[in-house]
């Protein structure tokens, strides 16, 4: 994992309600944006700003299938992710 995605991942997991958003699709492993609309006191406009800051950082992958975008974590790039920060 190099310097550039390090900061992506630290840059993007530091809003409480991103790290909340990582932490529920964790727990229930896929979701529309909707739904997490539906969960969190915020706008569907700040949640889909949330998600694509995430999703940037790699830590969060989007499907579009149809009109939805179907949203999980990125097993692989969170567990490089935990590496990295229990090696520094």
């Known amino acids: 994992m190099d310097m550039e995605q390090v900061t992506k991942i630290f840059k993007a997991l530091g809003h409480p309600t991103r790290i909340k958003i990582v932490k529920h699709l964790i727990e229930i492993d896929t979701c529309i944006c ?52 229990n090696d520094l």
């Open 34 to 85: 909707g739904e997490i609309v539906g969960i969190f006191p915020y706008s569907q406009s700040t949640i889909s700003q949330h998600l694509k800051m995430l999703k940037e950082s790699g830590i969060v992958c989007g499907e579009v299938e149809g009109p939805k975008t179907y949203f999980c974590v990125d097993k692989n790039m969170l567990n490089q992710f935990k590496q990295y920060v």
